[in-house]
């Protein structure tokens, strides 16, 4: 079967996983051609195509890129180079000081295979990172900021769910308005991530726990809340369930800059998801896009989505998008 | 001489082009070659180095890029495809339903010369337009909104300025806060560039004219200012000269989209400029950096903003972009 759409596999089935299942349907150049996944076949309730990662070999030559959807603490250190020996591959490796590492290592593996890999694509890595590329090219004298929130932080949200008496946790991550401001109008630099943001936890109490002891076991944890501004809301499981089971995000991102004749200019990126991992799907799709194209020219190793050109992502030809978008 | 610099040349000497000239002071790895005017070179106050246009074709080998900074209506459709054939060359060609011409005539022309060209750089089209590329592949299902302003327009300024009885004039374009917010909100489907923006126009009148009677000719201007909400304020001549002789503009690009699942998405990019053509200027030299990187690996033709990967545009190389940006 050729029907001359973009084949694409999935390895990994959690909430990133279904968000490309899901965002494939918005793309008619491409299909689903399998999930791959670690957990055994037979009990995927989800309808299929699910197959054994186990046999992901045989696949070879009926999936143009596979979109690893896997975690960047464990999952993608492991399946990234395997995966990248054998097949194209788009991922979200968002660990962002171990980016030169992952890079390597998966410019080796797709070599190797002749394949092609695109890493870190997302928002932050990813369209955060173009836009701080390319703001600092065009205002070379300026600063940068960027803002995360109003969001679910999955770090610090475990974290709070660990401490002794808490059932139920989560933690939005803040950005501070006069913060804002001040990145906005050049009066930014030097502000800490502490100034940045605040942090935001509605916290379920397990029975007989005591809420201050719970309240100051989060405001004093090192690293995660310590100097923050952070405020802790107790509420009762039923409305937690209802108000705080989605994981919206976003974030700005900031740069201001002189020209060289002294005039100010402001750039801005900002995003206000209702879900972040369905965005994140939706930025990896378009960039299986490219991956598929790179490698259909032949080429072979990383990318990141630094090297990709912005008519690639698009399922549009340079004709159409130099008369409709240029 | 050739210290690895990449030796620019500016053709046309106008706001666009002193924009350039002060802007490379800014990139260290860059360097201005020569001006080239059809000016005579001898009148020329402002401490050159000024040549001939005519003789343009005498620096071919000492100039890597040359940088086209006349106008659209006429200049470019001339000098384009003449300097496109002697050498890499980078404009900001701007007259949206005429880009697929025009990128045609620069593609012949640059092929012949064996030269490489990008076209139409700067943010509207530029980097507006990546993203409306970018944020149409990442959600395909939504709708995207571009509002331009506040900011100064040449096009209505110039109009103004053609009344009887007009002696100094200007008009910024403001879009409209409660468009802004339907966009935003994901319910702007529809709105019309009248119900996006709204029109300021100072004006210093000629001794004796009618205030009324040139507000009614602004008001009443088919194309131009009838169907917007428009707004004239008379000022004197001293005041308008000390508020109004800046070319502030800007604008925003708004998309909103639902993934697959329902959720709600949306991004925006914007930009708040002091002066408008120093910001254009200071796109069109990063795109330069691409062109000389470009024709540097012997590619040839023409390209637009949405051909050229991030990467090429920044001074550091891939592993340092990697490691402090993505």
Redesign the interface.
Same mark, same amino acid.
């Given at each position: 079967m050729d029907d001359g759409k973009i084949k694409i596999g999935i390895v990994g089935y959690g909430n990133l996983g279904r968000?490309v299942r899901?965002?494939l349907?918005?793309?008619p150049d491409m299909e689903l051609a399998g999930i791959f996944t670690r957990r055994p076949v037979a009990q995927m309730a989800d309808g299929g195509p699910f197959f054994s990662y186990a046999e992901i070999e045989k696949y070879k030559g009926l999936v143009d890129v596979m979109i690893l959807c896997g975690g960047s603490a464990g999952d993608l250190w492991e399946q990234g180079a395997q995966v990248a020996g054998m097949f194209n591959t788009v991922d979200s490796f968002d660990t962002?000081a171990k980016?030169?590492e992952y $890079?390597e290592m998966m410019d080796t593996a797709s070599q190797r295979g002749g394949n092609l890999s695109i890493i870190?694509v997302g928002w932050d890595?990813g369209?955060f990172?173009?836009f701080?590329?390319?703001s600092?090219?065009?205002?070379?004298?300026g600063e940068e900021h960027t803002f995360w929130g109003p969001g679910v932080s999955q770090g610090h949200s475990d974290a709070v769910r660990k401490i002794k008496g808490v059932k139920l946790a989560v933690q939005y991550t803040l950005p501070l308005e006069d913060a804002l401001d001040d990145a906005r109008s050049g009066r930014g630099a030097g502000l800490s991530a502490t100034e940045r943001h605040r942090r935001l936890c509605y916290v379920v109490e397990q029975p007989g726990a005591e809420r201050g002891e719970i309240e100051r076991a989060i405001k004093t944890m090192p690293n995660y809340f310590l100097g923050y501004d952070t405020e802790v809301v107790f509420t009762d499981e039923q409305e937690f369930l209802r108000e705080h089971s989605?994981m919206p995000h976003?974030g700005f991102c900031i740069r201001t800059g002189r020209?060289?004749?002294g005039?100010?200019?402001?750039?801005?990126?900002?995003?206000?998801?209702?879900?972040n991992p369905? $965005?994140t799907?939706?930025?990896l799709i378009?960039y299986a896009?490219a991956a598929a194209r790179l490698a259909g020219q032949g080429q072979t190793g990383a990318r990141?989505? $630094?090297?990709?050109?912005?008519?690639l992502?698009?399922?549009m030809d340079?004709?159409e998008?130099?008369?409709r978008?240029?």
């Amino acid at each position: 079967m050729d029907d001359g759409k973009i084949k694409i596999g999935i390895v990994g089935y959690g909430n990133l996983g279904r968000g490309v299942r899901s965002g494939l349907a918005q793309n008619p150049d491409m299909e689903l051609a399998g999930i791959f996944t670690r957990r055994p076949v037979a009990q995927m309730a989800d309808g299929g195509p699910f197959f054994s990662y186990a046999e992901i070999e045989k696949y070879k030559g009926l999936v143009d890129v596979m979109i690893l959807c896997g975690g960047s603490a464990g999952d993608l250190w492991e399946q990234g180079a395997q995966v990248a020996g054998m097949f194209n591959t788009v991922d979200s490796f968002d660990t962002h000081a171990k980016i030169p590492e992952y $890079f390597e290592m998966m410019d080796t593996a797709s070599q190797r295979g002749g394949n092609l890999s695109i890493i870190s694509v997302g928002w932050d890595p990813g369209l955060f990172s173009i836009f701080r590329l390319t703001s600092g090219a065009v205002l070379p004298a300026g600063e940068e900021h960027t803002f995360w929130g109003p969001g679910v932080s999955q770090g610090h949200s475990d974290a709070v769910r660990k401490i002794k008496g808490v059932k139920l946790a989560v933690q939005y991550t803040l950005p501070l308005e006069d913060a804002l401001d001040d990145a906005r109008s050049g009066r930014g630099a030097g502000l800490s991530a502490t100034e940045r943001h605040r942090r935001l936890c509605y916290v379920v109490e397990q029975p007989g726990a005591e809420r201050g002891e719970i309240e100051r076991a989060i405001k004093t944890m090192p690293n995660y809340f310590l100097g923050y501004d952070t405020e802790v809301v107790f509420t009762d499981e039923q409305e937690f369930l209802r108000e705080h089971s989605g994981m919206p995000h976003g974030g700005f991102c900031i740069r201001t800059g002189r020209s060289a004749e002294g005039a100010g200019q402001r750039m801005e990126f900002s995003l206000e998801l209702e879900s972040n991992p369905q $965005f994140t799907s939706c930025v990896l799709i378009a960039y299986a896009r490219a991956a598929a194209r790179l490698a259909g020219q032949g080429q072979t190793g990383a990318r990141s989505v $630094f090297d990709i050109a912005p008519a690639l992502i698009s399922p549009m030809d340079g004709f159409e998008l130099r008369r409709r978008l240029l």
